[in-house]
Every structure is written in C-alpha cells, then in structure tokens.
C-alpha cells in the first residue's frame, strides 16, 4: 500500500487529475507586458480602506497594461453569513467605478473563462489537488481532533506538533496505510496538511515587487491545507486558484509577506510556476501624539469606504487621493494636467510607494476642494441632488422643488469670471454651508461693538434697497446708500482720514452679508439677495442685532 492507496481513501469520490482541471482552464494568451490580476476580497460586510488600495492598485495595473483584472470572492470560510456582505463588496466598487473583466454577477453568473469566481463553488477542484498531494507523499491526513485549520497560534499548539522551534512536524505526517483506514473506519474526519519539505533551518529568498528581494526563514510547519470540512484555507486556495486563473501578479497586502515562505512551498509542492507578489504597503494615521498607527474599523470611520459616498465626496477625490498615497509623483502629474482624468496617469509595480501612506483628512478635503471648483454649476448641483436623493430624502425634495434657483445657487462665483471659492469638499456640507438659503439665520457673525452701527445702517439701506439686474448694479447701489449714510466710497480717501468716515463700502456691504447670511464670508452677495427674492430679503435686511 503505497501514498496513492491513502490518497484513494481519503478522496473516494474524487475522480479527476489536475490535467483534467488545467484542461478547463486553459493558458491565457497575453502580449508582452500585459498584466492578469484580481481582487480576491473575503466578504466580511465591510470594506477596509486597505482592502480598497489593494483593489486599486490591481485595477491601476491592469488598466495601464491593457491587461486583465477580475473579481474573486474568497468565502470559503462559511461560518459568515455571506450573502449581504457580498452585496457590500459590490456596492462598493460600482460606485468607484472598479471595473472587472471578469467575476460572477450577485445572481450567480460567472463572466469570463476562468470561473467559478466564487472559491465555494470551487471546492472539488481543492480536493483534486489535495489528492495528488498525498499521492506523492507531499500531504497527508490529520485526525487530530483540533484540526480545525485556523492556522492560528492557540489551534497550532493545540495539535501538539513536534515542535524544536524551528520546525513543527504534525504527529500524523508518516501515518501507515493501515492506520489512516482505521481512522477512517472509526468514522473520523480529517483535515489535510503539507509536509514541509524543510527543516526549520534553510531560509529561502524571494521577490517582491514593491520591496525587491527578500529573505526570510523557509517554511517549515506542516500547515493546514484542506480543512476537515473540506475547505481550504487561504494559501491552498490562494496557489490553486492564482495559478488556474492565470493570475500575473498577486496584489496583497503587506501583512502577507510573512507567510509568503509557505505560499512558496505550496506553489512549489504543487509542482506551479511561483507567482509574483506586489505587497502593497498599509494605510495608517497618525494618533493625537503623533505616532503612526494601522487605520482600525474600530477607531476610525474613514477606515469604511462607505464613508466617503455617505459624506458626500466625489469618488474622484477619494481615487485622486488614493492616487496620491500610491505613487507621490501623481501630485506633480495633477499640476502640470490639470485637465486630464486621474486615468491617464500611468504607473506600474515599481512606482508603488514603498513607504506606509498615512491618511489625512485635511488632505483629501484639500483635493476635493479643487476638484468640486472645476464643476459647473449645473454638475454640483446634480450631484449634490444625487446625494441627497440617497442621504437626505428632504433636502433632494428641496432642491427638486425649485431647480432652476438651485443650480444658480450653485452656479455662484462659477462664471469663469474669477477663480471659485474653495470651500466645499463634499455634499453633505453644502446644506449648512448655505443654509441661509433654506432658513433664515439663527446666529449672526458680528461684533457687539459693530451693533448699533449696523441696525443704523441696515434701516436705511432695507428702505432704499431695490432689485439690481447685475452684480455691477447693485453694487452702485449699495455704495450710494453708504455714502448717504456717511461711509467712504473711495478706499483711498477712506485711509487718508477714516475718522472723517463711519466706514468703508466693505463695512457696509459686511453689514448686508451678515444680516442676510448670517455670516461675514459668503459668495457673491448680490446673487443670493436675488435667489431669496425681494421680499425675503428685506425681511432679513430688518433684522435688528
Ligand atoms: N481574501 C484575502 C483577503 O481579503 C485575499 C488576499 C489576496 O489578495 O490574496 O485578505
């Protein structure tokens, strides 16, 4: 009775080779340079900002190769209830635009040769490949009762290895014949494991794309390959499926990098060509004492990608600032093409930061500013409504109710006339940034010493104000009224002697801007006096302070 007799046993239904399987997926056909990658989240019911990246950076590669990019959904782990959380992954890289060209619709439906993209439909083909591991000797059973396959400490000490530090032999691994039938017989499951080829002393160098080489201490654990449910952990899945679907770079994370040794062994062990890895660094933030620190779900809600559409940023700013933590040339890149869209700025794996991003808010809202000050009117307006319709269910109403008024209203200081304000970086700030136009102001920013000045003034001007037709005019207006009231209309003359003078024009039309808006900066006056209409705005130009 040899390994295939065992292997025969423990696989009885299992009936096809690995050629029957690399039948059904044959070799891709790429030019030169064309990139194959994917991204292979595990549905959690969250996506990590991390996660994100690393499906950014594989769309970037594949979309600057002309190569290839699909979606594998790694949900092997069936204790989770998987469906929802599916939907959240989809969610959200439709809504960025993530693109693949190949992945199974949330209905089941595979696109693309290389499926099922769903590693738990996948399972028999796991199996196929376990089996001709222990037909060669390369794996073999455990029935050690705790062999879950969590390759996690706490289960590894628990299956008792015999461990001299520096390797850890599983106690089953030269199980006879004969003793594998009578676990069998007795009815026991059983998980399946790598015999480490190693022994705790070579070390073995490998490639990254991003770090360049390394060396790290070969594996020498027999870990856990098929679990005693029948599913594979992580790496077997990972080396099987990378290599089936003819993945060319593997986009992970850096936390992967120290179990790259075992990915090594297997791919080698499965007699696969070993695949190249792109450890993408990992996003962190700085604490309040200025020490760097992982972004956590727990802490830090921009941890959620859900959180950016939810605020209300472009998903261009988001990807833009992505961008920029990916490769810190794209900064210099977005200045000098100002006008060009984020997806013809072109990198590949060498470019990658090899330096952890650190996430800053302050920066995002600086690029999301420029961005949403080259929309026109007309598009703010649209998106703002379009994040409302979903986030504000009243406000969308609102902004439906008088369409024409609201594009206006964002249309402001957006004529090309002068440079747009900078001051919103997303939708859900727009409400209270102009909340003088949906309620009249509550608070008002103004000195107390300034009070009575500005009742005085304000009494006047509600009487002789009247609707101007242009910015020009109404300007006229208002300095007409002020110079009757006894302010400079010449700035010059105003420094020359401003005692002579209650103020200057700027006074007087601050007096206007807070009793209308309720706040000492806004953008042009003129044109929300004309959006809120007259009555309203004598209404307001009577307030007393
Ligand atoms: N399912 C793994 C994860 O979400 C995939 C890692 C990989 O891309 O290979 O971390």
Redesign the pocket.
Do not use: L
């Given at each position: 009775m040899n390994n295939q007799d065992i292997a025969n046993l423990l696989f009885p239904d299992i009936t096809q080779t690995p050629e029957d399987i690399f039948a059904r997926y044959p070799k891709r056909n790429l030019k030169e340079g064309q990139v194959v990658t994917r991204?292979?989240?595990?549905p959690t019911g969250f996506m990590h900002i991390g996660?994100f990246f690393?499906a950014f950076i594989s769309y970037n590669l594949a979309k600057n190769s002309n190569g290839i990019l699909f979606l594998r959904i790694?949900d092997t782990d069936e204790k989770r209830e998987i469906k929802e959380a599916k939907k959240v992954i989809y969610d959200v890289l439709n809504r960025f635009g993530i693109t693949f060209d190949e992945y199974q619709t949330l209905d089941g439906k595979d696109i693309g040769n290389y499926g099922p993209y769903v590693q738990s439909q996948r399972k028999d083909i796991y199996k196929v490949f376990a089996k001709k591991l222990v037909a060669e000797g390369k794996a073999f059973p455990c029935f050690c009762k705790k062999t879950e396959g969590k390759e996690d400490v706490l289960k590894l000490r628990e299956t008792k290895f015999i461990n001299d530090d520096e390797k850890e032999y599983d106690p089953c691994r030269d199980l006879s014949y004969e003793e594998v039938k009578k676990h069998i017989d007795n009815g026991e499951k059983f998980a399946i494991r790598l015999k480490t080829k190693h022994d705790g002393k070579e070390r073995i160098k490998f490639y990254d794309l991003i770090k360049g080489e390394l060396e790290a201490k070969a594996n020498a654990k027999d870990f856990v390959i098929l679990k005693n449910d029948g599913t594979p952990p992580?790496a077997f899945a990972?080396a099987i499926d990378d290599t089936l679907m003819g993945t060319t770079i593997?986009?992970?994370?850096e936390e992967?990098i120290s179990s790259a040794p075992a990915h090594l062994e297997l791919f080698e062990a499965l007699g696969f060509k070993p695949i190249k890895y792109c450890h993408n660094p990992l996003i962190y933030k700085l604490n309040e004492e200025g020490n760097r620190r992982k972004i956590s779900k727990r802490y830090d809600p921009e941890s959620n990608m859900l959180y950016f559409p939810e605020k209300g940023y472009p998903n261009d700013s988001v990807l833009e600032y992505l961008l920029n933590m990916i490769n810190s040339g794209f900064e210099m890149w977005r200045k000098n093409n100002p006008d060009k869209s984020w997806k013809e700025f072109k990198f590949g794996t060498g470019d990658i930061t090899t330096v952890a991003p650190i996430f800053d808010l302050v920066k995002l809202n600086d690029i999301s500013k420029n961005i949403i000050a080259t929309m026109s009117g007309e598009e703010l307006y649209n998106n703002w409504l379009d994040w409302a319709s979903e986030y504000d269910k009243d406000l969308a109403e609102i902004l439906k109710s008088d369409k024409e008024k609201y594009i206006k209203l964002c249309q402001m200081d957006r004529d090309g006339s002068s440079k747009p304000r900078k001051d919103i970086f997303n939708y859900s700030m727009m409400k209270d940034y102009f909340n003088y136009m949906f309620e009249r102001p509550q608070t008002f920013e103004i000195l107390d010493e300034d009070k009575e000045k500005a009742n005085e003034f304000l009494e006047y001007y509600s009487k002789k104000y009247k609707t101007a037709s242009s910015n020009e005019e109404w300007f006229e207006n208002v300095k007409t009224i002020a110079g009757e009231m006894g302010y400079a209309t010449d700035n010059k003359l105003y420094k020359q002697n401003p005692e002579a003078y209650k103020g200057n024009v700027a006074k007087a039309c601050e007096f206007i801007r807070v009793a209308v808006t309720g706040k000492k900066n806004s953008p042009t006056l003129f044109t929300i006096m004309s959006l809120l209409g007259e009555d309203e705005t004598k209404n307001r130009l009577s307030h007393k302070f």
């Open positions: 991204f292979a989240p595990s996660n690393q790694e992580y990972h593997v986009v992970r994370g992967y």
